[in-house]
C-alpha cells in the first residue's frame, strides 16, 4: 500500500505515515471524500485532489514547521468531495501558526470564507451545504503540537495498552452532554460504544450545538467552559502533551466503522503500538487487518489516517492519564 508520506521529511525527531482508501469493501467502491494534508519541515506538502495525491512547495514555509490534518467530507450532503478538497487545498496558504490565538483566528476565518463560497440561497434551513471534518496538528520546533478540531474524525492515543481518544466529536450526544442530559457513561456508549453517523458540527457547515434544528454559520469551540467536567480535558483547541510511548493516530471515522467499535478499537494497541514496527508498518497492518480481518456489520465508508510517532522533541510527561477512560467505563 503506498504511503502518502513518502518522499517528504518532517526533521528529526518526527516520523508520518498517511493512507487513505475509499473503503475497505471489495464489493462495493465509493467516491473517496476523505482528504489529508501534509506539510513537512521544508515546505513540501500533500493532498489528495480528484481522489488522488497531488504534490506541490509552499513557498515561504518556515524550516522545521509541519503541519498534519485530516478531512472527511460530508457523503450525506452534495459536494462532499469538493468540500474537503477546497479546504485542504486552502491551509496550503494559511501561514505557520505558533499560538493557539493565531491557529484559531486563522482557521475560523477560512472557515467563514468557504462557507460564502459554498453558499446556496436556503441552505442553512434544508442543511444542504457542504461540509467537511477538520482534526489538524500543527507543530512548531520546540513547542508542543496545536491541536484544531471540528467535526467526528478523531486524533487517538495508542499505547501498548490502550486506544485513547483526545477529541471529542462534535454529535448530538456531545450537545446534550453540554445541556445536562446525558452522564459520561452514556455520552461514552452513545459515541464510542456505537456508530451514528450523525454530526453536529463541521467545517463549512457551521454548527447545531444550540438547537439541532437551526444551523449558526460559525463554528463553536468546545472549550472548558462550554463542557462538561468529563470532557474538559479534550477541549478542541488546546497545547498537547505527548507521551514518548504512544503513536499518534489522525483518522476518519470510516476507521471505526462498524455496529460496535469498541472491540475494534480494542485491537489497535496490537496493531500499532509494537515499539519495533515502523510508522509505516503499523499503519499498513492497521489497514490491512480493517480489509481483512474487519469487525462484525462493517459500513462501508471511506478510511484516512495520518500515524505519527514523536521522539526526543514536542515530549511532556503530563500527557492525558489513560485513567481518564475509568471516567467513562
Given amino acids: 500500500m503506498t504511503c502518502l508520506a513518502d518522499g517528504l521529511a518532517f526533521g528529526p525527531g518526527l516520523t508520518v505515515a498517511a493512507r487513505s482508501a475509499a473503503s475497505a469493501s471489495r464489493l462495493v467502491v465509493p467516491e473517496n471524500q476523505d482528504n489529508l494534508l501534509l506539510i513537512d519541515a521544508s515546505g513540501h506538502a500533500v493532498r489528495l485532489y480528484g481522489q488522488a495525491p497531488l504534490r506541490t512547495r509552499v513557498a515561504g514555509w518556515p524550516a522545521g514547521h509541519v503541519r498534519l490534518a485530516v478531512l472527511d467530507g460530508m457523503g450525506g450532503h452534495g459536494n462532499g468531495r469538493q468540500a474537503a478538497e477546497a479546504v485542504a487545498t486552502a491551509l496550503l496558504d494559511v501561514p505557520a501558526c505558533r499560538t493557539l490565538h493565531e491557529l484559531s483566528s486563522r482557521f475560523d476565518t477560512l472557515h467563514a470564507a468557504l462557507q460564502a463560497r459554498f453558499r446556496q440561497p436556503g441552505d442553512a434551513d434544508t ?185 526526543g522533541r514536542n515530549i511532556d510527561q503530563t500527557a492525558l492519564p489513560h485513567s481518564i477512560l475509568t471516567t467513562f467505563c
Avoid at 171 to 188: C, N, Q, S
Avoid at 232 to 248: F, H, K, S
Avoid at 253 to 265: M, Q
Fill in 127 to 311: 442543511f444542504r451545504r457542504p461540509g467537511t471534518t477538520l482534526t489538524l496538528l500543527e507543530i512548531a520546533p520546540g513547542q508542543a503540537p496545536l491541536l484544531y478540531h471540528v467535526g467526528d474524525s478523531r486524533l487517538y492515543e495508542v499505547t501498548a495498552d490502550v486506544a485513547l481518544p483526545l477529541t471529542i466529536d462534535h454529535v448530538p450526544a456531545t450537545g446534550y452532554a453540554m445541556h445536562g442530559m446525558l452522564g459520561a457513561r452514556e455520552w461514552w456508549q452513545q459515541v464510542h460504544g456505537e456508530h451514528r453517523p450523525q454530526i453536529a458540527q463541521a467545517f463549512i457547515l457551521g454548527n447545531a450545538f444550540a438547537n439541532p434544528q437551526v444551523l449558526d454559520d460559525g463554528l463553536r469551540a468546545l472549550d472548558p467552559a462550554s463542557l462538561p467536567p468529563f470532557l474538559r480535558q479534550m477541549a478542541d483547541r488546546r497545547a498537547l502533551a505527548l507521551r514518548p510511548d504512544a503513536l499518534y493516530l489522525l483518522a476518519t471515522d470510516g476507521l471505526w466503522a462498524c455496529r460496535e467499535p469498541l472491540p475494534w478499537l480494542a485491537r489497535w494497541p496490537r496493531l500499532l503500538s509494537d515499539g519495533t514496527a515502523s510508522v509505516n508498518e503499523a499503519l499498513d497492518g492497521l489497514f490491512h487487518a480493517w480489509t481483512n480481518n474487519p469487525p462484525p456489520q462493517l459500513y462501508i465508508d471511506n478510511m484516512t489516517a495520518i500515524a505519527i510517532r514523536f521522539s
